[in-house]
């Protein structure tokens, strides 16, 4: 049974019992990421994530690792573009020690200098491991040249020059300004009452007085073009994308059934010609990115360069025949059924609910159902997929990202109109 409560400051309370597990998951959500910074101020949220875990005014960092350690119970947090998250998962009976973590953290955090400074270098660091892991650095590539001069098209860990001029006074007003004067949405599922979680935030979070968050910066303008980043690696990586829907849209059940048949797992169209049939790569799948107003589909494939070309052929002449042929029923249902199977199983996990019903009241301001979503991804017909399809895979739409041992003379300026 899901519960929600709105505290007089504002402050969101909501709740899954789960009477048959035996964990609890409890997070402390706020609407504040990487599309809230400035471009000079990039990779701040990102760099708050990791000093909430440098020491409070009651615990060490070392006391805070330790606490959650000596209940078996896991604290963790992250970043994303439009909202972050720090948040525990222990058994049941140690709630309260979760929550006085998590209220410490979020409170009482102190962003002391000499912690700041071991933590500058270790996101340099991750930075740096990013930019050596060439499928996850194309994302950020890709992001960057399809959204220039956007929030959304900002690494989320930030930039090496803006993480080395962040200083501690930046860091607390930034977390005054997003975390604490923003109504927080306290979140928990598993093997609690509602009165469980309500009582203890309304005695730690009673005298915070936020404000309404204001509307979010404007939609981003896609810019299709065709980037290639010349490095010297073992594979070719690519990225081939297109302007996606919102994560709210109403046809936003058809866009998922349409990644799914694209690229979404090991019986999509895209594994099985590309890598299946023709051994053209190891790693290949479409992904959907999609935030409060806008959205990307993706292609990525990791292939060699003397491949590359036929790779794209094929990727282009699978959008092509989604858009002009229909869907078979078979593959249809197949689709259909693997997205309702993915979210069954995620039902499983405490954690993974606790993530639901924070993203249900970011997004949609309530509580959307399983069956709600089931019922969605139903009433998807073929000719709906084709219909967005036609719109998503146009040729002035398409936007190509290449990380690897090539140049721009590699890609053909005609390829999009082979």
């Known amino acids: 049974m899901v519960q929600k409560t709105v505290l007089p400051n504002g402050i969101q309370v909501i709740t899954e019992e789960i009477p048959s597990v035996h964990s609890v998951s409890v997070g402390v959500w ?9 471009s ?32 078996g119970g896991i604290l963790n947090a992250f970043t994303s ?22 209220f410490d953290l979020y409170l009482n955090s102190l962003f002391t200098d000499e912690e700041l400074e071991k933590e500058r270098q270790v996101i340099v660091q991750e930075i740096n491991m990013v930019e050596d892991t060439p499928d ?13 001069r956007h929030p959304l098209g900002l690494p989320i860990m930030g930039r090496l020059d803006t993480i080395s001029q962040m200083d501690r006074r930046a860091l607390k007003n930034f977390f ?12 928990a599922a598993g093997k609690l009452k509602h009165e469980d979680l309500l009582r203890p935030v309304q005695e730690a979070l009673r005298k915070i007085q936020p404000r309404p968050k204001e509307k979010k910066s404007r939609p981003p303008r896609p810019q299709p073009r065709i980037q290639v980043k010349n490095k010297q690696l073992e594979q070719v990586h690519l990225l081939l ?14 866009f998922t059934v349409l990644n799914t048949i694209l690229g979404g797992g090991m019986s999509s169209r895209l594994f099985q010609e590309v890598r299946e049939k023709r051994g053209l790569a190891y790693s290949v799948y479409s992904f959907v990115s999609s935030f409060v107003d806008s959205g990307l ?47 069954l199983l995620s039902l499983e996990s405490t954690d993974s609910r606790m993530s639901r019903l924070a993203k249900n009241e970011i997004f949609f301001h309530r509580f959307v159902s399983t069956e709600e979503i089931i019922e969605g991804i139903e009433k998807v017909t073929a000719e709906e997929i084709n219909s967005l399809a036609q ?28």
């Open 391 to 418: 719109g998503v895979f146009r040729p002035d739409s398409l936007s190509l990202t290449v990380l690897g041992p090539v140049t721009e003379k590699t890609i053909p300026k005609t390829l999009f109109d082979d």
């Open 176 to 187: 005054l300004q997003h975390y604490l004067q923003i109504p927080a949405i306290i979140v």
């Open 81 to 102: 573009k439009e909202f972050s998250s720090f948040y525990a998962k222990v058994m049941a009976e140690h709630l309260p020690v979760a929550l006085d973590l998590l």
């Open 30 to 38: 706020v609407e504040a990421g990487s599309r809230d910074e400035r």
């Open 297 to 343: 589909l993706g292609v990525y494939v990791g292939t060699g360069d003397h491949t590359l070309r036929r790779v794209l052929q094929v990727i282009l002449r699978e959008m092509k025949r989604l858009a002009e042929n229909s869907i078979r029923p078979k593959e249809l249902r197949s689709a259909k059924e693997q997205l309702k199977g993915n979210l």
């Open 40 to 71: 000079e101020e990039n990779g701040i949220s990102h760099f708050i994530e990791h000093m909430l875990f440098k020491g409070t005014q009651r615990r060490s960092a070392r006391q805070i690792a330790k606490e959650i350690d000596a209940v």
């Open 136 to 148: 996850e650095y194309i994302h950020d590539l890709f992001s960057q040249s399809f959204w220039p």
């Open 241 to 254: 994308g297109t302007p996606g829907l919102s994560v709210v849209h109403p046809r936003r059940y058809a």
